[in-house]
């Protein structure tokens, strides 16, 4: 199975390259923030941000080389590869936010910037729906379709700046979080329904472009921020909940 050729003169396929780029930026600043705002002493510091750097490059790498082999696409394998991708997915998003890791960005960020960094989904659902125009992504992925994550991107940074400001608080950010990680939960089992060992909508309709470079990060990096991100956000606000101090 192959997609239509891509380019790197379509500006819809960088979003694919930048964000991800962007989001481990953003961890490695929001983890020397919190760190600070902990008070955790320079050594722990430069450790969590080593570590940060060490599992992404390496999880960055690895699926962007499983892609760019064909790995990913041998789907008559049991269990396909893929699926093994999704179970690392989920595994990683889950070590993220409840482990120690997860504490520290959960208690040592503003609930504020939990939320706007969702803002990236904005961006991302507008380069995926130039993909599907492009014929390159299923229908049922963008917003055309089934897909409604866009509403989360954009109202990440209402609610985030509705907070910032005092203006609305805990039971805001809960109802939006609980929405978001609906709505992204929604689109990865279209993703996942989509792939040619499931075929629900169709074999016009199937969804391969993930298994491709750049697009692996799709599900690799940036559902794995999202998925990541709603858990945190839950963490932080049983921790203000139970009065531990919020900054």
Do not use: K
């Not at 960005?105 to 599907?132: C, D, K, N, S, T």
């Not at 993703?191 to 690799?220: C, H, M, Q």
């Amino acid at each position: 199975m192959t997609m239509p050729a891509v380019t790197l003169s379509d500006p819809a396929l960088f979003a694919f390259l930048i964000i991800p780029f962007g989001l481990l930026v953003a961890l490695l600043w929001g983890t020397h923030l919190a760190s600070r705002h902990l008070d955790e002493d320079e050594g722990t510091r430069r450790h969590a941000i080593l570590i940060t750097v060490v599992v992404s490059t390496v999880w960055m790498a690895g699926t962007w080389r499983a892609a760019e082999s064909g790995v990913l696409r041998q789907w008559d394998a049991t269990p396909p590869p893929f699926a093994l991708l999704v179970v690392g997915i989920l595994c990683l998003s889950v070590a993220l936010a409840w482990t120690g890791y997860g504490r520290r960005l959960a208690y040592g960020l503003p609930l504020w910037a939990l939320v706007g960094i969702q803002g990236f989904r904005l961006p991302l659902e507008l380069a995926m729906h130039a993909m599907y125009e492009r014929g390159i992504m299923p229908e049922q992925m963008s917003y055309s379709g089934r897909n409604f994550d866009i509403v989360t991107g954009f109202t990440a940074l209402v609610v985030a700046w509705l907070v910032s400001a005092g203006r609305m608080g805990r039971r805001l950010v809960l109802i939006w979080n609980v929405v978001g990680l609906l709505l992204v939960l929604n689109v990865v089992t279209i993703g996942i329904l989509s792939t040619p060992r499931f075929r629900l909508f169709g074999d016009d309709r199937i969804n391969v472009f993930i298994t491709y470079t750049p697009f692996v990060w799709l599900p690799a990096v940036m559902v794995l921020a999202a998925l990541a991100g709603h858990l945190i956000v839950f963490r932080a606000l049983s921790s203000r909940r139970h009065g531990r101090p919020a900054v």
